[in-house]
Nanobody
Framework: QVQLVESGGGLVQAGGSLRLSCAASGSIFSPNAMGWDRQAPGKQRELVAAMTSGGTTNYADSVKGRFTISRDNAKNTVYLQMNSLNPEDTAVYYC??????????????WGQGTQVTVSS
């Protein structure tokens, strides 16, 4: 199984920046995808950004041009650089990894979540 350890959340003023990090350990198979979901108060969880081990990226429309996802495959670590933050970005951000085992079983794992709060 996989464990994900997140860091980098906190309180920031509107217009500021934060960088989230997530380190994965355990039974990690390639190819795979790693990324970030978020859940704001009273709202459903949504995809923020994801990146495959091959380098393909996917972003929510609301964060395009402001957030950048990157990963270090050698360290099994994914990052989310968040710029021009606004109060609508306030949410718990969850790191995620998914893939398929060599024996054909799909898997999904999430971290514990890290709180991002943007004040106006």
């Amino acid at each position: 199984q996989v464990q994900l350890v997140e860091s980098g959340g906190g309180l920031v003023q509107a217009g500021g920046s934060l960088r989230l990090s997530c380190a994965a350990s355990g039974s990690i198979f390639s190819p795979n995808a790693m990324g970030w979901d978020r859940q704001a108060p009273g709202k459903q969880r949504e995809l923020v950004a994801a990146m495959t081990s091959g380098g393909t990226t996917n972003y929510a429309d609301s964060v395009k041009g402001r957030f950048t996802i990157s990963r270090d495959n050698a360290k099994n670590t994914v990052y989310l650089q968040m710029n021009s933050l606004n109060p609508e970005d306030t949410a718990v951000y969850y790191c995620n990894t998914r893939g398929i085992t060599p024996w054909g079983q799909a898997y999904n794992y999430w971290g514990q979540g890290t709180q991002v709060t943007v004040s106006s």
